[in-house]
């Protein structure tokens, strides 16, 4: 249910190979729409800094964080997979350094599935 609709357009015409790459990518992709993709990686990280902005509800925003921060662990976790880094430094994707609870922590998952349940109230 949207409670308030806004008009936001957005332009990019990349000329750096690596964002034409990103762009091509994006617009090839059927793993879900292009702006379903965007909104996930867009909301993943910004999300806590609008709601931060706009709230006075410290709980809200530590709630936002903390589904903003799982859904950066597994995307984290899926570029370590997929690019098979083995490097230790990447202590953020392990259970034990995680500050929330046990049910909180990202599970692994092996299909690219970029329908990040733990956004999916902001989707």
């Known amino acids: 249910m949207?409670?308030?609709?806004?008009?936001?357009?957005?332009?990019y015409q990349p000329c750096q190979s690596l964002d034409v790459q990103?762009?091509?990518?994006?617009?090839?992709?059927?793993?879900t729409g292009k702006t379903q993709m965007m909104l996930v990686a867009v909301r993943s990280f910004w999300l806590t800094h609008a709601v931060a902005d706009y709230s006075d509800s410290e709980k809200e925003v530590q709630h936002i964080a903390q589904i903003c921060v799982k859904?950066?662990?597994?995307?984290?976790?899926e570029i370590v997979e997929l690019a098979r880094l083995e490097d230790t430094s990447l202590k953020f994707l392990t259970p034990d350094y995680s500050c929330s609870?046990?049910?909180d922590r990202v599970s692994h998952s092996n299909n690219n599935d970029y329908d990040?349940?733990?956004l999916s109230n902001f989707m």
């Open 116 to 118: 990040d349940a733990g």
């Open 71 to 77: 859904a950066l662990r597994k995307q984290a976790e």
């Open 2 to 11: 949207c409670n308030k609709q806004i008009d936001f357009r957005w332009r």
């Open 22 to 31: 990103l762009m091509n990518y994006i617009q090839a992709s059927r793993i």
């Open 101 to 103: 609870n046990s049910h």
